[in-house]
């Protein structure tokens, strides 16, 4: 089955820490994307990236880090110096079709105490 | 600046009738892409429609259709013969020009009345 795979589906971590979130993709697709969703609102673009070895920042990068060492993955860091970590966090992959729609992975719940 | 904006926080429809939840969107660009994606209490995304800024129809897809209004910048989703388990958090978003990557609207949560 073709998809995407985050892990875990929970978080728990103590304050200061850093995290990293796995994303995998087996859909072939050439572009990734991580956003935060927090309670009652909409998702916001946090990082995404286009090919291999390459990123952007989106909206609200700051206090996030990530890479892409291979096309499957996509695994992004919350840092200490993130100030509200704690959120809803949702990958996703697009392939080149004409709509570029995104696909995505069914989220980790991050909780940071 | 906010590109998508979604006024309805909540909207009730019985079941197997028709709904229509608002997006209207901000772009100076000519091409662009509008979605609508549905979000269960699972937490996934689901993808449900997409319109293209230079299409002519309407998108449909199945009970989903995008009412297009160009002039007007608004996409909205008309659900029609409503299921229960449509009963979701519903969120326009839009891509601009080549750019792939998308901004999303705050949604608008649907409840499904038996």
């Known amino acids: 089955d073709g998809g995407i795979t985050q892990s875990p589906k929970y978080l728990f971590r103590k304050e200061g820490q850093n995290v990293t979130l796995s994303c995998e993709q087996n859909?072939?697709?050439?572009?990734m994307y991580w956003y935060r969703q927090d309670p009652g609102q909409g998702l916001r673009l946090i990082y995404y990236?286009?090919?291999?070895?390459?990123?952007q920042k989106g909206d609200i990068a700051e206090g996030y880090s990530v890479s892409r060492e291979k096309k499957e993955s996509f695994p992004l860091t919350v840092t200490s110096a993130q100030k509200n970590p704690t959120a809803f966090y949702l990958c996703?992959?697009?392939?080149?079709?004409?709509?570029?729609?995104?696909?995505f992975g069914p989220g980790t719940r991050l909780t940071v105490t | 600046a906010q590109k998508i904006t979604q006024t309805q926080p909540g909207m009730f429809v019985q079941e197997k009738e028709a709904v229509t939840l608002d997006c209207t969107y901000d772009?100076?660009?000519?091409?662009?892409?509008l979605f609508w994606y549905k979000q269960p209490s699972s937490g996934e995304m689901i993808f449900l429609i997409y319109?293209?800024?230079?299409?002519?129809q309407n998108a449909t897809e199945g009970r989903y259709s995008l009412n297009f209004q160009k002039a007007r910048k608004s996409a909205n989703l008309v659900i029609s013969a409503s299921q229960l388990g449509d009963s979701a958090m519903y969120f326009c978003?839009?891509?601009?020009?080549?750019?792939?990557?998308?901004?999303f609207g705050a949604g608008t949560r649907l409840t499904v009345k038996p």
């Open positions: 996703a992959s697009s392939g080149w079709t004409n709509s570029y729609e995104q696909y």
């Open positions: 859909l072939n697709h050439d572009a």
């Open positions: 990236s286009q090919i291999v070895n390459d990123f």
């Open positions: 772009t100076s660009d000519q091409s662009y892409g």
């Open positions: 319109q293209g800024s230079y299409d002519e």
């Open positions: 978003a839009m891509r601009e020009g080549r750019s792939r990557d998308m901004r």
